[in-house]
């Protein structure tokens, strides 16, 4: 890191911070006209200030005046170069109250400045993100204007990936216990905070050069000096100062920002890839999941057969995953704020406002408590688009049909950020641009807007806030505007107990997130301000207690004797928090709460089963130990679905010998025996891929599947274990002595046999019994058979007969869900008929062989040089009655004998 430090130290002594330059496009400024704004009909937009007062906003923040703070990007990607003295930060005045900026002026602009995406202002200090530096400015004279005689510049953190890359720094925010919080793309970053602990947040994305300061693809999977692996695309939190940083959110896309509630939840959204972008409640330390665990594979390369893309792209069935909250699809989200209290109206309290960019739209949200996370519906709380005519995106092909820049059409609208001003209106800011995604740019005249949104008539008043009194400072803390919030909570903080009494006032406020402000601020105003909060996790609302747990925890106060009374709360979203504390406790100290958690846990609820994963990390095998000693599942054949989950989340290899009985047992069914592989295939250790390798042996019942994981693993988390070389030894795969076999399945030999016919036949159990004989190539039957189709034992037992008799008759007519077949067609002309175990994208260089199953269990492995062409199945892969000489009786029978098979 001195490396870099310094490397940032000569590029700033290179670019000196110069007086405002008279730079001006050759072209006439345009913008969206309010009237095209579609929005709820209490509301109204207006224009607050537009071109040439600012040029393409990338983020923007609002000080306790209401001054207006913006990072401009004209020198964005393909334009860097074109403001020869750098990209600027803006201030903006509405100096007589009318509701429109009437100044504006350069605070500083810098050589160095290459869009920069963020800003966040805490009285005079305010805060950029440039990569790779995380600066903070004093403007020590309060005079809005940088001047390096008198003012202060710091590097507060650096080595964030990368320079003019817009995957790279973005904004900060604070949060409701006094922490700054911000996020970077998956650019990667290697970092040293100011206590000396250092982070590595590798993968597969990005390069190396000038642009590129941190080598993060050299530290894709090592230790940060916080004893875990991360990776990149991440959100901090830290102090103000830099020191004390935590890793809260990783394995992200592309997250423009995050936004924290007064109750301590944090949401984002995400990524400007189509068809997955996202809004989210960050899960405390969860990863999103466009990584893989060790950063060594994107989401495509493990991806699952038939996998919709949208569990795709944040790996949703893997563990080690957080919920992706509301996957809407094609966008390119940026700038989310979260509106608490101000001027449009109490219907309007608690609303998460998100902008997307390609939508034209911003998003709204009403957050609820839905188990371990939030239950996320969506609607358009304002949209230039409302027709939905997307055009200049990616996910509708890139480049827009409409270039010409005089037309000014509904999705030139490209909002980038959106806040809330301490008058109580929203405020948000448009790009302006015929496209948006792929680095694109084509508004040559650099417009920008700011639009305030507020109810009818609105005249803005600001309250004054004077940090220096009590009063003031509860003004502060009571501001809509989310940073002017920290100047209040600051002061009163320092008060100590002086500040109890008017902030026990604030405790009783009606407004829900206005009283949550106060919560945070008693765990540091004397002990008797530590015992209100205490007294809170007795309240009887939940979201009551958990913003109380918070702030005991953020401040520091022992937390265990709670967290062991709570684990037993009614809330899973009380229970979430107690989970996320126990992380990088002594398993000593904390297994009997994971006991009590995991009792009450619903395993099916991805957040909740996640926050013991993430409460367990680096002592999952002793935490798992604890928990089948106590929660006493039985023989590992005898667990129940619950510890089953538990198992697989908590991947510790102290579970790797009874996931293994498990599979080899035939008494279980095919689904929970393919589910115990699936487990022992994320846990990272070289046992578990020695016992897949077993399992992936030639004749192995469950080859299929271990070989398919052998597959994903091996340039993966198991990349470490020398499996090349044991594939080939143990003759599962060797792509230089391989053999493929076509296996295709037949058509069907005669016509569909008619259903009504043989329902007017009368079946008989025990020749039906004999007659099942033909169906051991692709079913187990007792100890007989293959596990290849369906379980049927059971199967026939709540169906209709004309159900089970069609089912036989006429394969096709419905396929069995998993079941769905692929074809592949091979170079040299064969087929081959089965169920792929793994998705091998064949456009990917790091594509595996396609593992795919055929009738009778022949497992192959198949190279994608092999292959000319990968599709669906458009029939089902079983036989059909003519080919396996099935007569109609024969299948009557057959049907007879099914009902009785369980």
Known sequence: MKLIQLLTFFITAANPLGAEDVWKPDHTPKSIPPEMFKLDPSLEVTVWATTPQLYNPTNMDIDQKGRIWVTEGVNYRGNNGQRPAG?????????????????????????GFIAPLGIAVFDNVIYVSQPPDLLAYTDVNRDLKFDPEVDKREVILTGFNAVNHDHGLHSLVAGPGGKFYFNNGNCGAVFTDNSGKSFYLGGTYG???????????????????????????????????GSEAEIVSHGLRNSYEQILTSFGDMFQNDNDDPKGCRTSFALEYGCAGYFTR????????????????????????????????????????????????????????GSLLSCDTALNTILGYRPKPAAGTFELNRFHFLTANPLKRYDGADFVGGGPKNRDIEKIAPSFFRPSDITVGPDGAIYFCDWFDPRVGGSGHMDSSFSGTIYRVAQHGFKPVIPAVNTATLAGQIAAL???????????????????????????????????????????????????????????????????????????????????????????DSSPQVRREIALSLRDLPAAETAEIFVELAQRCDTEDKNSLEAIGLGAANKESAIW??????????????????????????????????????????????????????????????????????????????????????????????????????????????????????????????????????????????RGKIAAAKCLLCHKIDDLGTDYGPNLQGWARNQEREVIIRAIADPSAEIAL????????????????????????????????????????????IPKERIEKRQGLKRSLMYDPGTLGLTNQDIADLAAWLRTYR
């Open 478 to 568: 009571r501001s809509p505007a989310v940073n002017v919030r920290y100047l209040g909570f600051r002061g009163l903080r320092a008060a100590g107990e002086r500040a109890l009494p008017v902030v026990t006032t604030l405790l009783t406020d009606r407004n829900p997130w206005i009283a949550a402000r106060a919560v945070w601020l008693l765990p540091h105003l004397g002990q008797e301000g530590v015992q209100k909060c205490l007294s809170l996790l007795n309240s009887t609302d939940s979201q009551q207690r958990v913003v109380a747990y918070r702030a005991l925890r953020r401040a520091g106060h022992p937390i265990l004797p709670h967290a062991r009374r709570l684990a037993t």
């Open 207 to 241: 390069n190396r050069g000038p642009n590129w300061p941190a080598d993060h693809l050299s530290t894709t999977g090592k230790t940060s000096d916080d004893g875990h692996v991360w990776i990149s695309g991440f959100a901090v939190r830290m102090n103000p100062d």
């Open 625 to 766: 130990k604890v928990l089948r000693a106590k929660l006493q599942p039985g023989p590992p054949s005898e667990w129940p679905d619950s510890f089953a989950r538990l198992t697989w989340r908590l991947w510790g290899p102290a579970s790797i010998n009874d996931l293994r009985k498990r599979i080899l047992d035939r008494s279980l069914s095919l689904e929970k025996r393919r589910f115990a592989v699936e487990s022992i295939a994320f846990i990272d250790d070289e046992k578990a891929a020695k016992v897949m390798l077993e399992l992936a042996t030639p004749g192995s019942p469950l080859a299929g599947e271990a070989t398919a994981w052998l597959m994903r693993n091996v340039t993966g988390e198991w990349s470490k274990y020398n499996l090349r070389a044991a594939l080939k030894e143990r003759n599962i795969y060797d792509p230089e002595s391989l053999v493929i076999s076509p296996s295709p399945v037949p058509l069907p030999a005669a016509p569909t046999p008619e259903v009504n016919e043989i329902l007017n036949l009368e079946g008989d159990p025990a």
């Open 294 to 349: 060790s950063g060594k594979q994107r989401n495509k390369a493990v991806r699952r057969p038939g996998q919709p893309y949208d569990r795709v792209h944040w790996r949703q069935d893997d563990p080690g995953t957080m919920d992706a909250g509301d996957v809407y699809g094609g966008g390119a989200p940026t700038g989310i704020t979260f509106y608490e209290n101000g001027a449009l109206g109490e219907k309007w309290n």
């Open 818 to 861: 998993g079941y769905g077949g692929t074809e592949v067609i091979l170079k040299s002309g064969g087929r081959i008929h089965g169920i792929a175990f793994n998705n091998s994208d064949l456009g990917r260089d790091d594509s595996p062989p396609v593992v795919i199953q055929s009738a009778g269990g022949q497992t192959q492995l």
């Open 87 to 111: 990209d600027r930060v803006v201030v903006l005045q509405d100096t007589n109250g009318d509701g429109k900026c009437d100044q504006s002026h350069t605070f500083v602009q810098e050589t």
